[in-house]
């Protein structure tokens, strides 16, 4: 039986959503392109995330910090020596691989055309990527891509504090490509070695920390359900002492339950004070702060909420994913019930046919909606039957087609129809485009 993941990359491929990275020539794996559609749909969620963490509060600032950093940066956060993997590695192939992988293959090398069942011990290997910078390739010129975004807010935490003037408590989002040299892919997008993070690392008075930990794992949690996610799919779990970064305080993770299992989807750390004063001792920079009323000074402890764009791209298209039958033609339906947040296009503009009349109608609506604005991506489909393109719709998540027929010609109205519930309404054209903000709103 096919798997809905598989369901999902098919989807993906024929409507545009997600490509194989370099197809055209055997694909590299774990690695994706975005289509069309998808782009539209990974662009809806980051603006969503930015306009409710950035735009609609006043404690937090922006950033966008480079891909590259002084190799200083890496070795005073902890990375160079401490972001790594225990691999084990096949004494008859050579591969490597986490011992997760061993397990998953019963004691078997998990690469192809490989059955050894000999491997040499764990060891640790650095899972930050290398580049050169400059002309000359030597070992002075190596150079890491970011694994996250965070170090650039911490470096840059003096300048944002003189330049944004704000007091504690305060955060700083960002959002932007990081990269991770993981030995363990798969599953479609859930993990691959390049990808996006939405960041926000929130500074808090140390005697506060555990209140705002407290705070941003309820603000996390409900930020994600407001995109129509299933509460049963999520659960929290907290990290043990043991298995926590070497900065954090403590950890908490929003888990989703993806096909094969739960699994993480967001972070949410307490990483105190350490970031702040690493930077501080090895800059020579006093990045403590002054409180007037008591004559003290204290390095602020950091709360961050941490999320991949492509985990919740991910998620929201698995939970949006259904599969119906359609009593009136006994027909199987494929319909991906997104919020209208993100969905990738808002409406359909649909004629009933090819006529030139009707097709110079329908172009007039969708210019006179554009116009207006509000509504995002507006799409004009005339091509192939009308139940075809509805279907179409149905499986890039539109929540809203107007279907535009020869009676419009006549009495100025069109019929809209809701994605859900393929029920259908007719609509004057002087109120359509008030109807459809109405109609987003309450979907």
């Given amino acids: ?10 989807l993906s491929k024929r409507r545009g ?9 055997g694909g590299l794996a774990s690695t994706w392109d975005y289509g069309p559609i998808g782009a539209e749909l990974k662009k809806n969620i980051k603006d969503y995330w930015w ?11 922006a950033l966008d910090s480079s891909i590259l950093s002084l190799n200083k940066v890496w070795e005073t956060s902890g990375h160079v020596q401490n972001f790594s993997d225990p691999l084990i590695e096949c004494k008859d192939c050579n591969a490597r691989f ?3 992988a061993l397990e998953i293959s019963k004691g078997v090398c998990p690469t192809l055309k490989c059955s050894n069942t000999s491997f040499d011990d764990p060891r640790e290997f650095n899972m930050m990527f290398k580049t050169n910078i400059g002309p000359v390739v030597s070992d002075s010129s190596e150079i890491y891509l970011r694994p996250e975004t965070a170090q650039g807010i911490f470096v840059n935490f003096e300048n944002i504090i003189n330049t944004s003037r704000k007091k504690i408590p305060f955060g700083v989002a960002q959002i932007g490509k990081v990269f991770r040299n993981e030995i363990t892919t798969g599953n479609f997008i859930f993990r691959t070695r390049e990808f996006e993070m939405m960041e926000i690392e929130y500074f808090v008075k140390p005697q506060d920390s555990e209140k ?4 941003w794992i309820n603000n996390s949690m409900e930020f994600i359900l407001s995109l129509n996610i299933d509460k049963s799919n999520l659960r929290l779990r907290e990290h043990e002492q043991e298995d926590l970064s070497h900065y954090s305080k403590g950890t908490t993770d929003i888990e989703y339950k993806f096909p094969w299992s739960w699994a993480e989807l967001q972070g949410i750390a307490n990483r105190g004070s350490f970031d702040l004063d690493s930077h501080s001792k090895s800059a020579s920079k006093n990045f403590s702060i002054f409180e007037e009323p008591t004559k003290t000074r204290y390095t602020p402890y950091v709360i961050e909420p941490s999320i991949g764009v492509d985990r919740l791209l991910l998620i929201t298209l698995l939970d949006a994913y259904n599969e119906e039958k359609v009593e009136s033609n006994n027909e199987t339906r494929t ?6 947040k993100i969905s990738p296009v808002k409406v359909a503009i649909l004629p009933l046919s090819k006529d030139q009349k009707l097709s110079e109608l329908s172009k007039k609506i969708q210019r006179d909606l554009l116009s207006k604005g509000d509504l995002g991506k507006i799409e004009y489909d005339e091509t192939q039957s009308i139940g075809r393109r509805y279907r179409r719709q149905d499986e890039i998540g539109t929540p809203l087609c107007i279907t535009i027929d020869f009676d419009s010609l006549e009495d100025n109205k069109v019929t809209i129809r809701n994605r859900d519930t ?8 002087d109120s359509l485009h008030s109807t ?3 109609e987003i709103k309450d979907y």
């Fill in 1 to 10: 039986m096919e798997s809905i993941i598989d369901k999902l990359t098919s």
């Fill in 17 to 25: 959503f997600i490509f194989q990275n370099s197809e055209i020539y």
């Fill in 51 to 61: 306009n409710h963490y950035v735009h609609m509060r006043d404690d937090i600032v």
């Fill in 98 to 100: 986490r011992s997760d």
């Fill in 212 to 215: 705002y930990y407290k705070e």
């Fill in 335 to 340: 319909v991906l019930k997104l919020s209208p």
């Fill in 422 to 429: 393929m029920l259908q309404e007719r609509v004057n054209l």
């Fill in 436 to 438: 459809l903000i109405k």
